[in-house]
């Protein structure tokens, strides 16, 4: 086994994050460093390394957190649109090996994005 990222610490309340929700599959949580007003990442409590490592029966839970995204929207009043975003290995600018999607509003956002 491989050291733990600090996604599966925040799942195991090994280290505090700030929790906006939670159920029996995923977890959603106000990234450190935010990037807009609203930028919180929903993760599977599953150790997915990466959307690259989804496997054939993963379906049902990336839909699962589909709809985690956009009731979690409506509930941080982001009627003005909003973007999510999943960075998969290192071109795509993944840093933390644990499976994320970043929901981020609260402002325009850019486009290309770099
Ligand atoms: P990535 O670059 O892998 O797509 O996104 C990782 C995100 O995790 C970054 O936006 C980074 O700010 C966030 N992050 C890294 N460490 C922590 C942490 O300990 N707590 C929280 N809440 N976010 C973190």
Redesign the pocket.
């Given at each position: 086994m491989g050291q733990k990222t600090?996604f599966q610490r925040?799942i195991d309340r090994e280290?505090p994050?700030?929790i906006v929700y939670e159920d029996e599959k995923c977890l959603a949580?106000?990234?450190?460093?935010p990037?807009a007003p609203v930028?919180v990442?929903v993760i599977p409590k599953k150790a997915i390394k990466s959307w690259a490592d989804l496997g054939p029966r993963d379906g049902s839970l990336i839909g699962h957190i589909a709809l985690v995204i956009r009731d979690l929207a409506a509930k941080l009043e982001l009627a003005e649109g909003y973007r999510v975003?999943c960075?998969s290995g290192s071109d795509g600018?993944?840093?933390?090996d644990h499976l994320?999607f970043?929901l981020l509003g609260g402002r325009p956002l850019h486009w290309p994005p770099g």
């Open positions: 600090i925040i280290i994050a700030d949580f106000r990234d450190i460093a990037q930028h990442l975003v960075n600018g993944q840093t933390v994320h970043h």
